[in-house]
């Protein structure tokens, strides 16, 4: 009943607030330029139904590619810094700076030295500069949040660094990592926006674009629609993660005690 | 009486200043069961270190007359690795020595086993009690089969029940392999009821202030609590305690 009311409650509530919009929209008349109601936005949805799904494909590649290249980067560098103090000093304000500078800003230098003829890389490389930063700082936390007591019990039997990486640092620092994914998983997708955002026009074909397309054609139902297939991107990375951090702490992380029982 | 470790003129200061041991001498002989007791912060679970090898002495030596016997070491928390089962902490040790897993799992739960936890060899550790942790992290100590066990507080947080039952599975232990154990406690009455020889502490620096000498019976259970010779014993580890006390700063 319960488990039953945990996925049936968000669908009503859906389709409550979807009714809603569809009244208030006639009710008062709102022209569909300014706000299309539902019912609007299905037809502009099966209308440009393969365009659509060419672009979401697209978005749905730069995000995956940029997200993985992130996170073997991210891990590897936080392997480093967990190795060595000394490298950590020398190179994590680079990486703070990487960060902390907006996206936004830097994505025209990189559009530029990319060439316009390939927006999809530029998003590639967008996307990666914002979802590195999350995987990196959470698996360097992780990676040297051991406990005291068990970096002991491996040094009292003689194991060597490799054992002690392999064996304590990188399951301990499992919960952080996955952490560390989730943030970056929406992260890419932002990435991939702001590309071809910022490019506005040359090849660009992903989902953000279709946006753009349709904003400057004041198609806002088609615009509803593409943004409607962003969230959806948005929501299977989240969920797709979600999932893989049940699978891998479930049996044994205090995070997936439910204690409200 | 074979000595299995000894350590001579240790001393102590850590980085910031701290003395923390100043001249500690002790020998321990072959399959003696030593407690070392004192106030807390005179330096016993840093002589049990240094004694393990994890901390290095700023002065003195430890040896090892015959060689470095087999060394477990039980640490305070029961320090596990959550994502391991009990069977899979247990084998950590062997693994760390390139045991073959086969071999390896076997041994491993021959030590769950002989630690009272048959049956729990798939649990996770938050699926266990203080106690069942603690008995864990035993078995840990006794996979590899070591001659020398050291101890450090290592049944503090449990329960008084908890804690006697232990306390007799220890001693069961130590007797069956023929160990040698090294006790840090502030437990009087623990020390008392374990241990061949009670050696004090004083206050920080610490150094051995005295030494009682007990003879407990080698198979005792709860009544031996309830003897005199127990109740001596305790008053004896008691005034020396308060003894050692009174030299501090």
Same mark, same amino acid.
Request: charged share 20%.
């Given at each position: ?44 949805? /099966?209308?440009? $139904? ?34 060595? %103090? ?28 990319? +060439? ?31 406990? &005291?007591?068990?970096? !002991? ?21 499992? &919960? ?20 071809? *955002? ?11 674009? %279709? ?19 962003? =969230? ?6 989240? @969920? ?22 | ?31 003696? *069961?030593?407690?070392?007791?004192? &106030? ?5 679970? /840093? ?15 430890? =040896? $090892? ?6 060394? +477990? *070491? ?28 086969? !071999? ?15 049956? *729990? ?14 008995? /864990? =992290? ?33 001693? /069961? ?31 920080? &620096? ?17 009544? @031996? ?25």
């Amino acid at each position: 009943m319960r488990a039953a009311l945990k996925y049936l409650l968000p669908v009503l509530l859906g389709i409550a607030v979807l009714a809603l919009w569809e009244f208030l929209v006639r009710r008062y008349d709102v022209p569909v330029f300014v706000l299309p109601g539902p019912s609007a936005i299905w037809p502009a949805f /099966t209308a440009n $139904f393969s365009s659509l799904m060419d672009s979401l494909w697209t978005t749905l590649q730069v995000t995956w590619i940029a997200f993985a290249i992130a996170l073997v980067a991210g891990l590897a560098l936080a392997i480093v810094f967990a190795q060595s %103090r000394t490298a950590e000093m020398a190179l994590f304000p680079y990486a703070v700076i990487l960060q902390v500078t907006p996206i936004i800003a830097v994505a025209p230098l990189i559009l530029i030295w990319v +060439g316009y003829e390939h927006v999809e890389r530029a998003a590639i490389i967008i996307a990666l500069i914002v979802a590195f930063f999350p995987i990196l700082s959470n698996a360097t936390l992780g990676l040297r949040s051991v406990d &005291p007591g068990l970096l !002991d019990l491996f040094r009292l039997y003689g194991a060597s660094r490799w054992q002690i990486l392999w064996r304590l640092q990188l399951p301990g620092a499992l &919960p952080y990592i996955l952490a560390g994914m989730k943030i970056s998983g929406g992260l890419a997708l932002i990435g991939a926006v702001v590309a071809e *955002f910022v490019a506005g026009s040359g090849t660009a074909t992903g989902l953000a674009w %279709r946006v753009t397309e349709a904003a400057n054609r004041l198609e806002i139902s088609k615009m509803f629609a593409a943004l409607g297939l962003l =969230s959806f991107v948005g929501i299977v990375n989240f @969920y797709a993660l979600s999932f893989l951090e049940w699978l891998m702490l479930h049996r044994w992380h205090e995070s997936t005690f439910d204690r409200r029982e | 009486m074979t000595i299995l470790l000894s350590l001579s003129g240790i001393s102590k200061t850590f980085d910031n200043g701290v003395e923390a041991i100043a001249r500690l001498d002790l020998d321990v002989a072959e399959r003696e *069961f030593v407690s070392l007791v004192g &106030p807390s912060g005179c330096g016993k679970s /840093t002589a049990l270190r240094i004694a393990a090898g994890l901390a290095r002495p700023s002065a003195g030596t430890v =040896s $090892f007359p015959n060689g470095r016997p087999e060394t +477990g *070491f039980v640490f305070q928390e029961p320090a596990l690795m959550p994502w391991r089962t009990a069977l899979a902490n247990v084998r950590l040790p062997l693994e760390l020595r390139g045991i073959a897993r086969k !071999d390896a799992e076997a041994r491993s739960r021959t030590a769950l086993e002989r630690a009272g936890l048959k049956g *729990f060899e798939d649990a996770y550790p938050r699926e266990l009690s203080g106690g069942m942790k603690m008995r /864990t =992290s035993i078995a840990r100590a006794m996979a590899a089969g070591p001659k020398l066990l050291l101890m450090d507080e290592p049944f503090a947080a449990l329960d008084e029940l908890s804690r006697q039952a232990l306390n007799d599975d220890l001693l /069961t232990l130590a007797r069956e392999d023929q160990m040698t154990v090294l006790f840090v406690t502030h437990s009087v009455f623990e020390s008392t009821y374990l241990s061949s020889r009670v050696v004090v502490m004083t206050p920080r &620096p610490g150094r051995v202030t005295a030494e009682i000498r007990l003879s407990p019976p080698p198979l005792r259970d709860v009544s @031996y609590r309830l003897t005199q010779e127990f109740a001596d014993g305790a008053r004896r580890v008691s005034q020396a305690l308060r003894g050692a006390m009174g030299k501090g700063a």
